[in-house]
């Protein structure tokens, strides 16, 4: 193949280095710099686009940006429930408040501790489980359909279900301990259980996520790869961290960002189970916000916990970009 | 050809775009359908009781073919699952949107009260004189008449097992020392009966989980031991008979007679099967109880008596309402008229079963008959009391977590009642800015 001369590209196809912008008439002299587009133009290629991204951004200003802007007012008014526009301009009075308060700090606490222990459980457990279901064995994709399951439950009934699994008096976990002799743990009345039995049926209902998107991303990992290593004398485990784990590296950050945030921001669950009790001890800031605006009704203080939430998740956001900015510049994975 | 279909894809899409902002942008007038009174007008009525299987199915049947005084008006159920039921009605209420009539328990009223949510209905009170029992004095706020009572299941009654007590050879408990020892002999005596699980003597909410409700139980321990929350004026959370009323619950509690963990469904159930000697119930789950074919409680056995403690317990109380922003308030008023006749207390008292009502109907006969042991919670609801703290109605809920939790936590973990209580004085009172 020779490269085409010059003159054959003016019929159909555009040069290479070209604008792309149709001739107005007779042709641009050979090595002219190109003729900038003027703004309306580029308005006129381009509507069609902001055409189509109209909807997805209005439902975003509608249901989100302004949802975030009148939460932020709110959060700096005096507002009753039962009267959402007869707030009171109180400044910085809410998150003074807050900032003062022992109960505010517990909940952030309670977040933080039930946030760290449900992301580390459901990945670890989510990639132990997906790298066990991408073995191949006889009844594969059945237990792969099992594993799903607590998933695919509706939180509430799941949330039901584990309330009396945990129930003192009839629970079957209650009767195993007690015929194991290892007594009776109040797992939703003692303060000392609460989180941990909340947390368990957490990571029981979102790790099978965890495992499918970890399945996905281990269908990634070349094969010829892993072969390479085997035939160099790597045991499975070294196969492992040398070879797949490198390649599930970027997916497990972006869960563990997911998972994050969705877990500062769960409620359901908890507040079924316990409704932020024993004696707080899973009173979230979620569930604190809850219950400031419905049972106290003083919902410009929800809505300064909410802001200062929000503050938490961007918080975790932005260091996953940092840290992920900081490996695209070592070229890391 | 390519350009051609881009120009239609985008004239679709901004067409459909077109239509979605304009219908974001339209008004909610669309559905004005009982906006004219004299032309056929749809009244919308909540309560969450409609959703209940049996009982909603009989207050429903009570009210349906109400049609008004010109005949031109049809009753729409709007109501919603209790468990978010007031949630739904503040936010809706508070969007200038909801229904024409609704239920809604005291503690919501007054809060939609104080915000003008509700119409003033003293022109009817002032109608309806002296056919209305004092029960209405709870639909008073802010010295105007905003509700009347649709019921008042009282938690002011004891209920027992006579069963169990048979079992035992134990009398119905009239004060508190025999309450505590009854309890006690149901707890060690479990040869006498013949049931393969534990046969509690006594159960109650005891769980934060469970705060409504907890606050309903606890009013009953409080005001049974002669306490307040508050003196109308000035909170009053550490008074001696706050701090002996919490040192006999906790005792209670701490004794193994009743079963911790179990929340209201839970224990309910087992007194259903017989498995609870005595409970501080309201009338509405005792009828529910007794009238379940499923239960092995029934009007036969079921007994209801004062509670074991020297004073009065709380209630609950239902009102109904009319909302403030109706497009149908003259139809809606008159629909409370037509619910205090003696036509429509009768036609609703079955649905109610035991509990209060706005006037002194009488208890359908067929139903007394087979549950002698209503007539009790008849007599416990002139006596018993709101669980509004005085003078602080709009933070009620509030300061009655606060005090749970501190109940919560003495239970759990002990410590100096008192101290913990002066606690919660504090923090509430830093909560109200005082």
């Given at each position: 193949?020779?490269?085409e001369?010059?003159?054959?590209?003016?019929?159909?196809?555009?040069?290479?280095?070209?604008?792309?912008?149709?001739?107005?008439?007779?042709?641009?002299?050979?090595?002219?710099?190109?003729?900038?587009?003027s703004?309306?133009?580029?308005?006129?290629?381009?509507?069609?686009?902001?055409?189509?991204?109209?909807?997805?951004?209005?439902?975003?200003?509608?249901?989100?940006?302004?949802?975030?802007?009148?939460?932020?007012?709110?959060?700096?008014?005096?507002?009753?429930?039962?009267?959402?526009?007869?707030?009171?301009?109180?400044?910085?009075?809410?998150?003074?408040?807050?900032?003062?308060?022992?109960?505010?700090?517990?909940?952030?606490?309670?977040?933080?501790?039930?946030?760290g222990f449900?992301?580390?459980?459901?990945?670890?457990?989510?990639?132990?489980?997906?790298?066990?279901?991408?073995?191949?064995?006889?009844?594969?994709?059945?237990?792969?359909?099992?594993?799903?399951?607590?998933?695919?439950?509706?939180?509430?009934?799941?949330?039901l279900?584990?309330?009396?699994?945990?129930?003192?008096?009839?629970?079957?976990?209650?009767?195993?301990?007690?015929?194991?002799?290892?007594?009776?743990?109040?797992?939703?009345?003692?303060?000392?259980?609460?989180?941990?039995?909340v947390?368990?049926?957490?990571?029981?209902?979102?790790?099978?996520?965890?495992?499918?998107?970890?399945?996905?991303?281990?269908?990634?990992?070349?094969?010829?790869?892993?072969?390479?290593?085997?035939?160099?004398?790597?045991?499975?485990?070294?196969?492992f961290?040398?070879?797949?784990?490198?390649?599930?590296?970027?997916?497990?950050?972006?869960?563990?960002?997911?998972?994050?945030?969705?877990?500062?921001?769960?409620?359901?669950?908890?507040?079924?189970?316990?409704?932020?009790?024993?004696?707080?001890?899973?009173?979230?800031?979620?569930?604190?916000?809850?219950?400031?605006?419905f049972?106290?009704?003083?919902?410009?203080?929800?809505?300064?916990?909410?802001?200062?939430?929000?503050?938490?998740?961007l918080?975790?956001?932005?260091?996953?970009?940092?840290?992920?900015?900081?490996?695209?510049?070592?070229?890391?994975? | 050809?390519?350009?051609?279909?881009?120009?239609?894809?985008?004239?679709?899409?901004?067409?459909?775009?077109?239509?979605l902002?304009?219908?974001?942008?339209?008004?909610?007038?669309?559905?004005?359908?009982?906006?004219?009174?004299?032309?056929?007008?749809?009244?919308?009525?909540?309560?969450?009781?409609?959703?209940?299987?049996?009982?909603?199915?009989?207050?429903?049947?009570?009210?349906?073919?109400?049609?008004g005084?010109?005949?031109?008006?049809?009753?729409?159920?709007?109501?919603?699952?209790?468990?978010?039921y007031?949630?739904?009605?503040?936010?809706?209420?508070?969007?200038?949107?909801?229904?024409?009539?609704?239920?809604?328990?005291?503690?919501?009223?007054?809060?939609?009260?104080?915000?003008?949510?509700?119409?003033?209905?003293?022109?009817?009170?002032?109608?309806?004189?002296?056919?209305?029992?004092?029960?209405?004095?709870?639909?008073?706020?802010?010295?105007?008449?905003?509700?009347?009572?649709?019921?008042?299941?009282?938690?002011?009654?004891m209920?027992?097992?006579?069963?169990?007590?048979?079992?035992?050879?134990?009398?119905?408990?009239t004060?508190?020392?025999?309450?505590?020892?009854?309890?006690?002999?149901?707890?060690?005596?479990?040869?006498?009966?013949?049931?393969?699980?534990?046969?509690?003597?006594?159960?109650?909410?005891?769980?934060?989980?469970?705060?409504?409700?907890?606050?309903?139980?606890?009013?009953?321990?409080?005001?049974?031991?002669?306490?307040e929350?508050?003196?109308?004026?000035?909170?009053?959370?550490?008074?001696?008979?706050?701090?002996?009323?919490?040192?006999?619950?906790?005792?209670?509690?701490?004794?193994?007679?009743?079963?911790?963990?179990?929340?209201?469904?839970?224990?309910?159930?087992?007194?259903?099967?017989g498995?609870?000697?005595?409970?501080f119930?309201?009338?509405?789950?005792?009828?529910?109880?007794?009238?379940?074919?499923?239960?092995?409680?029934?009007?036969?056995?079921?007994?209801?008596?004062?509670?074991?403690?020297p004073?009065?317990?709380?209630?609950?109380?239902?009102?109904?309402?009319?909302?403030?922003?109706?497009?149908?308030?003259?139809?809606?008023?008159?629909?409370?008229?037509?619910?205090?006749?003696?036509?429509?207390?009768?036609?609703?008292?079955?649905?109610?079963?035991?509990s209060?009502?706005?006037?002194?109907?009488?208890?359908?006969?067929?139903?007394?008959?087979?549950?002698?042991?209503?007539?009790?919670?008849?007599?416990?609801?002139?006596?018993?009391?709101?669980?509004?703290?005085?003078?602080?109605?709009?933070?009620?809920?509030?300061?009655?977590?606060?005090?749970?939790?501190?109940?919560?936590?003495?239970?759990?973990?002990?410590?100096?009642?008192?101290?913990?209580l002066?606690?919660?004085?504090?923090?509430?009172?830093?909560?109200l800015?005082?």
């Amino acid at each position: 193949m020779t490269a085409e001369p010059a003159s054959r590209t003016t019929s159909r196809f555009r040069p290479t280095g070209s604008t792309g912008a149709p001739h107005s008439g007779g042709r641009r002299p050979p090595g002219a710099s190109p003729r900038p587009r003027s703004f309306l133009r580029r308005l006129r290629d381009q509507f069609g686009i902001y055409l189509f991204l109209l909807p997805a951004v209005a439902y975003l200003c509608v249901f989100t940006v302004y949802a975030l802007i009148r939460g932020v007012m709110l959060s700096v008014t005096a507002t009753r429930l039962v009267n959402p526009d007869g707030g009171r301009y109180v400044g910085a009075e809410n998150f003074q408040y807050l900032i003062a308060s022992d109960p505010f700090w517990h909940s952030v606490v309670t977040t933080l501790l039930y946030t760290g222990f449900t992301v580390i459980a459901v990945v670890l457990l989510g990639t132990a489980a997906a790298v066990a279901l991408d073995a191949r064995f006889f009844g594969r994709s059945v237990v792969r359909a099992i594993a799903t399951i607590p998933w695919a439950i509706p939180t509430i009934a799941a949330s039901l279900i584990f309330a009396w699994i945990y129930n003192d008096q009839q629970g079957i976990l209650g009767q195993g301990t007690r015929a194991l002799g290892l007594g009776q743990p109040g797992w939703l009345t003692d303060p000392d259980w609460g989180l941990f039995s909340v947390t368990v049926a957490t990571v029981w209902k979102a790790f099978p996520l965890a495992m499918l998107v970890m399945l996905a991303a281990l269908q990634s990992v070349p094969h010829e790869l892993k072969e390479a290593a085997w035939i160099d004398g790597a045991t499975r485990w070294q196969t492992f961290r040398a070879v797949t784990l490198p390649h599930l590296a970027p997916t497990i950050r972006v869960l563990t960002l997911l998972m994050t945030i969705w877990s500062i921001r769960r409620f359901e669950i908890i507040y079924v189970m316990t409704g932020g009790g024993p004696i707080d001890a899973t009173n979230t800031l979620v569930v604190s916000i809850y219950n400031t605006a419905f049972a106290d009704q003083h919902l410009g203080r929800a809505a300064a916990i909410g802001v200062l939430a929000l503050g938490l998740s961007l918080t975790v956001t932005m260091i996953y970009f940092v840290v992920e900015r900081r490996r695209e510049r070592k070229g890391e994975s | 050809m390519h350009t051609t279909r881009r120009t239609w894809i985008t004239a679709l899409a901004a067409a459909v775009t077109g239509g979605l902002v304009l219908s974001a942008c339209s008004g909610g007038d669309a559905d004005a359908e009982g906006g004219d009174s004299s032309g056929p007008t749809t009244l919308t009525i909540a309560n969450w009781q409609f959703n209940d299987t049996e009982k909603g199915r009989t207050l429903w049947a009570a009210i349906e073919d109400y049609s008004g005084p010109d005949e031109n008006i049809t009753l729409e159920n709007v109501g919603s699952a209790f468990g978010n039921y007031a949630d739904r009605l503040n936010t809706m209420l508070g969007a200038g949107e909801g229904p024409d009539v609704m239920i809604m328990l005291e503690a919501q009223a007054h809060e939609l009260a104080d915000a003008g949510l509700l119409e003033p209905l003293d022109d009817i009170a002032e109608e309806m004189g002296d056919s209305l029992n004092g029960t209405n004095e709870s639909g008073v706020i802010l010295d105007q008449q905003y509700g009347f009572n649709w019921e008042r299941p009282t938690y002011n009654t004891m209920i027992y097992n006579q069963d169990v007590l048979d079992a035992v050879g134990a009398e119905v408990p009239t004060t508190y020392d025999e309450f505590i020892d009854v309890s006690e002999t149901i707890r060690d005596s479990q040869d006498a009966f013949d049931l393969p699980q534990e046969v509690f003597g006594f159960a109650g909410r005891h769980q934060t989980n469970e705060l409504n409700g907890w606050i309903l139980e606890m009013a009953n321990w409080i005001y049974g031991h002669g306490g307040e929350l508050s003196d109308g004026s000035e909170l009053t959370i550490a008074s001696d008979a706050n701090v002996a009323a919490v040192q006999a619950h906790l005792d209670l509690f701490a004794s193994g007679v009743p079963p911790l963990g179990d929340d209201a469904s839970t224990f309910r159930a087992k007194f259903g099967q017989g498995q609870i000697g005595m409970s501080f119930e309201n009338s509405g789950v005792a009828t529910t109880m007794a009238t379940d074919p499923d239960n092995v409680i029934d009007g036969t056995n079921l007994g209801a008596a004062p509670l074991p403690l020297p004073n009065p317990g709380g209630h609950s109380q239902l009102l109904i309402t009319v909302n403030a922003d109706s497009e149908n308030v003259e139809a809606a008023k008159d629909f409370i008229r037509w619910f205090l006749t003696d036509e429509a207390q009768e036609a609703i008292r079955l649905g109610h079963g035991a509990s209060a009502l706005a006037t002194d109907v009488p208890l359908d006969p067929e139903f007394a008959e087979a549950n002698p042991w209503a007539e009790q919670f008849i007599e416990s609801a002139s006596d018993s009391r709101s669980t509004l703290v005085a003078g602080f109605e709009l933070d009620s809920v509030m300061i009655w977590r606060e005090f749970l939790t501190a109940v919560e936590e003495l239970r759990i973990n002990g410590g100096d009642i008192r101290e913990s209580l002066e606690q919660v004085q504090e923090t509430v009172e830093a909560e109200l800015g005082r």
